[in-house]
Structures are given as structure tokens and as C-alpha cells.
């Protein structure tokens, strides 16, 4: 069975977590970066709008984007650096993502070329972006 389910919609589901991804990341699907405060307000009409039939859609974890990152993975990102996301993910991407964890005016961005996360100002235009997920991670 293929871990990575490309679903037909713009969303991914992966099979090992039980997590649903979005295809494409924030600056994607809207042409442009956004702070932490504006990827929760994107994934807030992501759900108004029912994308991929939900409404449930979130900022990330941590431990949720830990999950399809795998240096055995690689993709291009926007500058064409490589990143270790599946394949199933769409090209030109963002090279990390906003998590929901938050520290004052700190927030968390994990990056997917190293795989490392670190303390960013939650205000900070970028070239930041946000890839939304659904559902509760399988233990």
C-alpha cells in the first residue's frame, strides 16, 4: 500500500499518520508569504470555504510536519533548493513551514531542507509559508 495518497483534490493523505495534507503550501495557493497570524487567518478560509470537503483545516504541529519530512525525499522549493517531502507533494514549494507553536512573539518554523526547527518572529513576512493539515496523528 502507498503511505502517500494523493486524493484528487489538492490534499494528500498519508496512511501511516492518518494526517491530511494540503498539496500545496500557503504561498501557492495565494501567490504570496505570510506570518504566522496570516497562515491561521488562511487556514480559517481554507475552512469557510470547505477546501478538499473539510473544516478542520490547521496550522501544523510540530510533530505533525516532522512526519513527511525524509531526507530519503526530494523536491524542489521555490529558489530550487531540495527539500525531503514526498514527491506526491506539489514542486516550488516553500523550504519550511509555520508550526502552531508559539513562544510570545516567537513561533516555531520548521525547516524542510534541514529538518530543524527554530524560533522565529511570529510577525515575520518571510519567505515564510504554512502547509495546512487535518485530522489527529495515529500514536
Not at 26 to 51: C, D, I, P, V, Y
Not at 81 to 109: Q, S, Y
Not at 121 to 139: D, I, Q, S, W
Request: glycine share 10%; with cysteine.
Amino acid at each position: 500500500m502507498t503511505r502517500f495518497i494523493d486524493n484528487g483534490d489538492d490534499t494528500i493523505t498519508d496512511t501511516e499518520t492518518g494526517l491530511t495534507w494540503c498539496r500545496k503550501d500557503s504561498r501557492q495557493m495565494t501567490g504570496r508569504w505570510m506570518h504566522l497570524e496570516k497562515a491561521k487567518q488562511f487556514a480559517e478560509e481554507q475552512n469557510a470555504s470547505g477546501f478538499g470537503g473539510a473544516s478542520d483545516w490547521r496550522v501544523p504541529r510540530l510533530e505533525d510536519i516532522k512526519t513527511i519530512f525524509d531526507k530519503s525525499f526530494s523536491l524542489r522549493d521555490f529558489g530550487n533548493n531540495e527539500i525531503h517531502i514526498p514527491p506526491v507533494f506539489e514542486n516550488k514549494g516553500a523550504d519550511c513551514t509555520w508550526t502552531d507553536t508559539v513562544n510570545g512573539e516567537r513561533a516555531m518554523l520548521f525547516s524542510l531542507v534541514k529538518g530543524r526547527s527554530s524560533w522565529i518572529n511570529k510577525l515575520g513576512e518571510g519567505p515564510f509559508a504554512v502547509r495546512l493539515v487535518r485530522g489527529t496523528r495515529k500514536e
